[in-house]
């Protein structure tokens, strides 16, 4: 429809209601004609033939919909350009398109042909783009065609398009259900997949298509427990959900003995004693799992793969993510021993520190468990105290389970602590508090009358809410033992006065009317107040005042019959049907007439029966019927999608279907490099002895894990010794604990395969990790540490010693090179025979840090960052010759003030590549001072430093004097904070001020690092994607043998040379390769970010670039700059 056919049908619309409407047509001007032509000058840029303009205009429509913005009306020119060559353009079209192919579907259509061209692009990030914007366009048209390309991307090589056809299985499932059975065929071949990135979105698939069908887990089960902890964070939540069902249809119940036993005297920890015990007879087992009376001389034995899963979801209690620890939580709680419950304790507590959205799920979670398990809770009481800064649902909830863990060794202190928060000024949780000392009491038959005493002082308090919940709490514990308390309805009574809140007034009332015999003068004097003010109150009380005036009828007639027949009248012409039929019916029974039934006989039966005491439960009580950690267990209702949490099963099904034939002894996850099967064979026979098959840490050393802890402790921390000790240590003090975590993890693992036999609880073998933990600490840093430090401190001196006094710097260092070069090797063995006698990772004594070979001689040959990366390598190496290694050694100098500028000063300055010793987060600026005028200059030092927000500055010490023709050097330290951003200053001397400033090249925002070849591929494969930035180029003439390239490369940028790690091992050495690839590493200074360089040359000087950064703006300029040192 044409603009001006709209404005005419709004007109003609909108004439018949009095008020026209203007401004819709685009000729009309006004406010809205600026809207025709919003987004043109992004469309010109969309339309034009440069990649450049058509890269911004994408990324400022990226920035529009990531701010909230609508970018829809652009869909058609964006659309266009998806057959664009450039891979940048093309990565952000199809973010694009993933946001708004839904809304747009009829144009989408359009460019289908596009979309499945890119599902066989060589770029894994295109292929899974194509295929996610693909899936979200929801016509029933091209189903066929997205089940064509789920079944390619499930088959296809990229771990990431694999896992992007898993999550398209659920989208095509909910447009088309009738595809089930074709959609369980790629879920069965997707969890046979044995990469981390793929297992869990597989089973959120499974969970959404067909979570009846178990039978596609068993042949996974034990693979999904030995890879959960490299899964992502999201996809463990996702597994450990499922697994806790899985199990609940497996396994027996290992508490059945104890729902036997519980009348007997509480044998259990006798039944826990055989938890490890795996050698037990099942055939025995299931013919006696039926025989209760058997149940006591047969101890229940768990299935090794239900020990599997415990033990390999146990290390998650400590992961970062909430989602997690409560996934890990639920599923103890609802498949562990009972006394193996508490270690989920610590955890959920530690959660408590977190935000308020945490702690309210946490807390929910929490009272569940301690109506059932309140023992494990009870050390940890002090942490659900309340503070004064918690939200009111936090607060009532911590109430909940302080009241749960109260019983009579602690009750005192609770108690204490809820006489404080009375005093609240939070009205709603004051009056939970009141309903809490109410339930304790109920509970606690001792502290009973301390409670009772406790309320009814309450009742003389100002705040009318507190004296309010206090009198309906009252009312309930004193139908425990009325005829104690008489005075208590008396006091009680007088309140009627006072208390205008329905819910008391109607309290006091009933108990009034309930126990009249004990109070038979206060009560009419009662009733004679109520029937006064009745017009006035809440429906509530009116109906207490009807029940009061009939039971004063039954009981005392002669004072209250008037007053009885007086408030029946008032109530028979009241507004409320409910109190009209209420004093209708109580007239006909309390007042005989000849017409009244045989009822009224009974009416004093009726009305003054015995009431039993009210039962004062939990709100939680019966909440644990849903699964713990679900949002149906949240709301108490169940959800949509909510999986029922199956019963325990009376006999263990088969437990042989979960077994897997193993093709070749070499199990699949191992990629060959000698090191790794000389390991192999060292290990092998003790670690596979196990049932378990291929369970163990060592999955976690080529599975492509998420988590950069995981990464970096897998197979890096051992084999790469003192070399990335070194880089590691950079990194600051929390991956430091995250490795030492992730070790402590893996060696447990393997520690628990290897000592099968001796039965140990795990409790103790915790601890035993937590006494010997300070023992390896130290140990490391003996041994490993001590070299590298060494190495640190030469580095940081020798860059002093260039600028100042260098003789005696340079003898001190040799003098410490020379007292500890030797020492270090022997703790180095004691350490190693340590630890054999504990058969833990370090056993693997493949790499032992054995003396390494001095690398003095080289020293005056190689840059000192170098020598840090060849220590512990054998210098005999063709690959690691230093001819091949050593950067251009002239550092490229830069002026910062030139001397006609600087009357007679000239300035100039070098990034000297080494580290800045006070602070390592900062680059060292070396800068030379040449005095060309013919006075000298004084007090030459900075001022007035202008910098970007996060940057910082350490100024090199004042000059004092520098005379006439003399050169002065000094160190600055800048913190460029990962950017290139310029950092502005005024340079002063004791008479001028000069505006300098200095702008670092990208390449000397990053220190270099050592890495071997195989951990740089393992780096490599986890900085995918956005974070890899390709380009192909024509080295220069000059640049085409392995000496040229290595050295552009590091003079561009401050970058370590990967040694080629394949060569070393073969027995007859091989010939270098034709076409090289070099391999170059680095992390940024700041952050610590990984920079990953791949100069691959091809035939005839052609070569390919390969960036990988997880900053990709450095990435970005880094590949422009090493671009033009390779082809100029």
């Keep these: 429809m044409s603009a001006s056919s709209a404005f005419n049908d709004e007109k003609g619309g909108s004439s018949s209601v009095g008020e026209p409407e203007y401004g819709h047509d685009p000729a009309s001007g006004g406010?809205?004609?600026?809207?025709?032509?919003?987004?043109?000058?992004?469309?010109?840029?969309?339309?034009?033939?440069?990649?450049?303009?058509?890269?911004?205009?994408?990324?400022?429509?990226?920035?529009?919909?990531?701010?909230?913005?609508?970018?829809?009306?652009?869909?058609?020119?964006?659309?266009?350009?998806?057959?664009?060559?450039?891979i940048e353009v093309k990565k952000l079209v199809y973010v694009y398109l993933v946001r708004y192919a839904e809304e747009q579907q009829d144009l989408a259509l359009l460019s289908i042909s596009t979309f499945q061209r890119g599902l066989k692009d060589p770029n894994q990030l295109i292929r899974a783009s194509a295929l996610r914007v693909l899936s979200s366009i929801r016509v029933t048209i091209i189903v066929p065609i997205m089940m064509l390309a789920i079944k390619e991307a499930a088959s296809d090589m990229s771990p990431y398009v694999r896992k992007t056809a898993a999550h398209a299985i659920p989208k095509l499932y909910s447009l088309d259900p009738e595809q089930k059975d074709q959609l369980i065929e790629v879920i069965e071949k997707l969890l046979a997949d044995k990469t981390t990135l793929v297992a869990g979105s597989v089973v959120m698939a499974f969970e959404e298509v067909c979570p009846e069908r178990i039978d596609l887990i068993h042949k996974n089960y034990r693979k999904l427990c030995n890879l959960l902890i490299d899964v992502e964070e999201w996809g463990q939540v996702v597994i450990i959900n499922m697994l806790t069902r899985y199990a609940r249809t497996q396994f027996l119940n290992p508490n059945i003995n104890e729902s036997l036993l519980e009348e007997g005297s509480g044998g259990d920890k006798t039944f826990y004693g055989s938890d490890e015990d795996e050698d037990e007879d099942e055939e025995e087992k299931e013919k006696n799992a039926e025989a209760p009376a058997m149940a006591k001389r047969k101890p229940y034995v768990m299935d090794p793969d239900h020990r599997l899963l415990l033990r390999n979801t146990k290390p998650l209690l400590q992961s970062r993510n909430a989602a997690v620890v409560m996934a890990v939580a639920q599923l103890y709680f609802h498949l562990a021993p009972k006394a193996e419950v508490g270690v989920i304790a610590k955890a959920l507590v530690r959660l408590l520190r977190s935000h308020s959205e945490v702690q309210y799920v946490v807390l929910q979670n929490v009272a569940t468990m301690t109506i059932k398990r309140r023992g494990m809770f009870e050390p940890y009481l002090k942490s659900f105290y309340i503070r004064s800064t918690d939200p009111t649902q936090i607060k009532v909830l911590k109430l909940e389970v302080l009241t749960n863990l109260a019983n009579e060794t602690n009750i005192s202190t609770i108690l204490r602590e809820f006489q404080t928060y009375i005093k609240s000024m939070d009205k709603d949780f004051v009056a939970a508090t009141i309903q809490a000392i109410g339930r304790c009491a109920t509970n606690i038959g001792e502290v009973r009358d301390t409670c009772l005493n406790g309320l009814v002082q309450l009742l003389s308090n100002r705040d009318e809410l507190v004296v309010a919940e206090s009198v309906v709490v009252i009312k309930k514990l004193l139908q425990m033992q009325p005829e104690k308390h008489s005075d208590i309805i008396k006091h009680m009574a007088k309140l009627t006065d006072n208390i205008q809140v329905p819910m008391a007034r109607a309290s006091i009332l009933w108990l009034i009317g309930e126990y009249c015999e004990h109070v038979p003068k206060i009560a009419p004097d009662v009733l004679r107040k109520m029937a006064k003010s009745f017009t006035n109150e809440e429906d509530i009380v009116k109906l207490q005042i009807i029940n009061l005036a009939a039971k004063l009828y039954l009981t005392n007639s002669k004072q209250t019959k008037l007053l009885t027949q007086y408030v029946l009248n008032l109530a028979k012409y009241d507004q409320n049907y409910d109190i009209r039929d209420r004093a209708r019916f109580i007239r006909q029974l309390i007042v005989p007439t000849e017409k009244s039934g045989a009822l009224s006989k009974y009416a004093k039966k009726l009305f003054l029966a015995l009431k039993p005491a009210p039962v004062l439960e939990s709100p939680f009580k019966d909440r644990d019927h849903f699964q713990l950690g679900s949002l149906s267990h949240l709301l108490n209702a169940k959800a949509g999608g909510y999986q029922e949490l199956p019963d325990w099963p009376e006999a263990a099904p088969d437990p042989s279907v979960r077994n897997v034939e193993v093709k070749d002894s070499v199990p699949e996850w191992t990629k060959c490099s000698s090191r790794e099967k000389r390991k192999e064979k060292k290990v092998e026979k003790p670690f596979y002895s196990d049932s378990e098959g291929e369970s163990g840490p060592t999955e976690s050393a080529d599975s492509e894990s998420d988590s950069a802890s995981g990464s970096e402790s897998g197979s890096g921390s051992e084999e790469s010794g003192s070399g990335s000790e070194s880089v590691e240590s950079e990194e600051g003090s929390e991956s430091e604990e995250e490795e030492e975590d992730e070790e402590e993890k893996n060696k447990k693992k393997k520690k628990k395969e290897l000592k099968k036999p001796v039965q140990e609880s795990e409790s103790e073998q915790s601890s035993e990790e937590e006494e010997r933990k300070p023992e390896r600490k130290s140990k490391q840093r003996k041994s490993d540490s001590e070299s590298e430090s060494d190495e640190e401190e030469s580095e940081s001196e020798s860059s002093q010693s260039e600028s100042e006094d260098s003789e005696s710097e340079a003898e001190i260092k040799k003098k410490k090179k020379a007292a500890e070069s030797k020492p270090p090797t022997k703790p180095v063995k004691k350490e190693n025979k340590k630890e054999k006698k504990e058969m833990s990772l370090l056993d693997l004594d493949d790499f032992e840090p054995a003396p390494s070979p001095q690398v003095t001689p080289v020293n005056t040959f190689l840059s000192n960052?170098?020598?840090t990366d060849l220590e512990g390598l054998s210098l005999s190496d063709t690959v690691l010759s230093p001819a091949t290694i050593a950067p251009s050694s002239a550092l490229k100098n830069y002026e910062l003030l030139h001397r006609i500028t600087g009357e007679g000063l000239s300035v100039e300055y070098c990034f000297s590549r080494q580290p800045f010793s006070p602070d390592a987060n900062m680059v060292a600026v070396q800068m030379q001072f040449t005095n060309n005028a013919t006075s000298d200059t004084k007090n030459l030092h900075m001022e007035d430093v202008k910098l970007q927000s996060g940057m910082r500055v350490k100024e090199f010490p004042e000059i004092e004097l520098l005379p006439a023709g003399e050169t002065a050097a000094a160190v600055m330290g800048i913190d460029f904070c990962d950017s290139t951003q310029a950092a502005n200053f005024q340079l002063c001397t004791h008479t001028k001020k000069f505006f300098v400033s200095i702008q670092p090249p990208v390449g000397e925002l990053m220190r270099p690092i050592f890495l071997t070849e195989n951990e740089f591929k393992k780096e490599q494969g986890q900085l995918m994607g956005m974070n890899e930035i390709t380009e192909k180029l024509t080295l220069d003439a000059k640049c085409r043998n392995e000496h040229a390239i290595v050295q552009r490369v590091t003079t561009a940028a401050n970058l370590s040379r990967v040694p080629c790690g394949s060569d070393k091992e073969c027995s007859p050495p091989v010939p270098p390769p034709d076409h090289p690839i070099h391999r170059f590493a680095g992390r940024t200074v700041t952050s610590s970010s990984l920079v990953l360089v791949t100069v691959a040359t091809k035939e005839e000087g052609a070569a390919q670039l390969t960036v990988n950064c997880e900053k990709m703006l450095i990435g970005t300029m880094l590949v422009k700059d090493i671009l033009l040192a390779l082809t100029q």
Excluded at 38 to 67: F, G, P, T, W
């Design 31 to 86: 406010i809205f004609s600026s809207d025709y032509k919003r987004h043109d000058d992004l469309k010109e840029m969309l339309d034009s033939n440069k990649d450049s303009l058509k890269l911004e205009a994408m990324k400022r429509i990226v920035a529009m919909i990531a701010r909230g913005k609508n970018a829809s009306d652009l869909f058609p020119a964006v659309v266009k350009n998806v057959a664009c060559k450039n």
């Design 865 to 867: 960052s170098l020598v």
